[in-house]
């Protein structure tokens, strides 16, 4: 299971200041049934209980930037809580109150300078679908998915990663079988190119 990361710009990304406690991040890290835009060749959506078992199973850090350096809470201490709703991956993280993450983080989301979530994730076993829809697109959705961190982010990163793309590879190539022959057409090509 290979790492990737997917970004959203959501609404709603807010801090409540609370009398006596830490501020309250909150928001959604993963919007639900909506497409990605083309990662390389295909298009991607995250189906309802994609996160469920991560929810119950995974140590997920809320990190700043996906930056270790820059840890905002973690599910295992009780300061970042995760959950999904109709909409898609809820969170709440309780921020650490120090300067570096009050100037860093908190100031400018409150501006509205930073908007935009990111979750790092590996897909599980069984994990995922692909399929193209009725325009030709291929479509993977991602139906199980390990989660690492959630991450307010300054730029977006919404990307293809390597892995995804070989597993888009690897399933066109199950779809259409090898021509006759092309295994030797490969070898005798090899041959050629060693005797020159």
């Known amino acids: 299971m290979e790492r990737e990361s997917r970004t959203f710009t959501v609404t709603g990304l807010k801090i409540a200041r609370r009398e006596g406690k830490a501020p309250l991040l909150e928001g959604h890290a993963a919007i639900f049934n909506s497409l990605s835009e083309d990662l390389g060749g295909f298009r991607e959506q995250i189906l309802p209980g994609a996160f469920a078992e991560a929810i119950e199973k995974d140590d997920v850090r809320a990190l700043f930037n996906h930056d270790s350096n820059f840890v905002l809470g973690r599910n295992v201490s009780g300061t970042l809580r995760l959950s999904e709703n ?111």
């Open 86 to 196: 109709v909409r898609g991956l809820a969170f709440e993280i309780d921020l650490p109150e120090t300067p570096t993450i009050r100037d860093l983080v908190a100031a400018p989301i409150e501006r509205g300078d930073i908007s935009q979530m990111s979750f790092g994730f590996s897909v599980r076993p069984g994990g995922q679908d692909w399929a193209k829809n009725d325009e030709g697109q291929v479509i993977r959705s991602l139906k199980k998915v390990r989660l690492y961190d959630v991450s307010p982010v300054t730029f977006p990163a919404y990307r293809a990663t390597d892995v995804a793309v070989r597993e888009l590879r690897a399933w066109l190539g199950a779809l259409t079988p090898p021509a006759a022959g092309t295994f030797r057409n490969l070898l005798k090509a090899r041959e050629q190119q060693a005797a020159a």
